[in-house]
């Protein structure tokens, strides 16, 4: 049987963690739940530790990413990789979709594909800019380029590292493995989690998105001609 873990980074996500935790070990297939504290100043770490996931404690915020990075050298005998974000409550009850794909050999890595917004956000500009980066490295037309719900093997994981820091990590990932002649596939959910609106701090979410995927295409540019 394959090894499977769930890696959960997390900042300020003491109102959910402890729910989106509890959703993820409903999954039969999971083995482990690692949840990353990633130099978080509230409760986050405290409301982990009582799931009885394992913890990995970071005294500063690095960002996702460096989250992400930081969670790899947990993985030793790990034969499948699920990140996961921490604000998804319930909905994380439906990681097994996004593993199944792996499972049966039909995909290397498999990205959660989420319904449309319930609230209107930005204008489309970071996500068109990510599924043109993702179009350009190979054949995939991509709905949800900056879906952080992804499972993999672990030779796609050891492809796509580093990972870039912060908002890139998911397009870096995503333009890695295709460069390497990975299977992907999207695979819809009914997934949710915290969304951002139009306003001031909706906005300001959004630029260093907008931000962080331009440094991502800039970096990956040899790869998307």
């Known amino acids: ?116 917004p319930r609230r209107k956000g930005g204008f489309g500009l970071v996500k068109k800019t990510a599924a043109w980066a993702i179009g350009r490295a190979g054949d995939l037309r991509s709905t949800a380029p900056l879906s952080g719900q992804r499972a993999m093997t672990r030779q796609v994981l050891q492809s796509v590292l580093p990972f870039n820091e912060s908002y890139g990590v998911e397009l870096g990932m995503t333009i890695r493995a295709l460069r390497h002649g990975f299977r992907i596939v999207e695979v819809p959910t009914t997934m949710s989690h915290h969304e951002t609106g139009r306003d001031l701090q909706g906005f300001i979410h959004r630029g260093r998105q907008l931000w962080d995927v331009i440094k991502v295409v800039i970096r990956e540019w040899r790869n998307l001609l």
């Open 1 to 116: 049987m394959k090894s499977i873990w769930a890696i959960i980074p997390a900042y300020n996500e003491a109102e959910r963690i402890a729910q989106t935790v509890k959703a993820v070990q409903m999954v039969p297939e999971i083995e482990h739940i690692l949840v990353v504290n990633d130099g978080s100043t509230d409760s986050t770490a405290e409301e982990a530790m009582k799931t009885g996931a394992q913890l990995l404690n970071l005294p500063d915020n690095v960002g996702k990413g460096g989250a992400m990075n930081r969670a790899v050298a947990e993985l030793d005998g790990a034969d499948i990789i699920l990140f996961l974000d921490a604000d998804l409550a319930d909905s994380a009850s439906q990681a097994g979709l996004i593993l199944e794909p792996i499972l049966q050999g039909q995909a290397d890595l498999a990205i959660a594909a989420f319904p449309p």
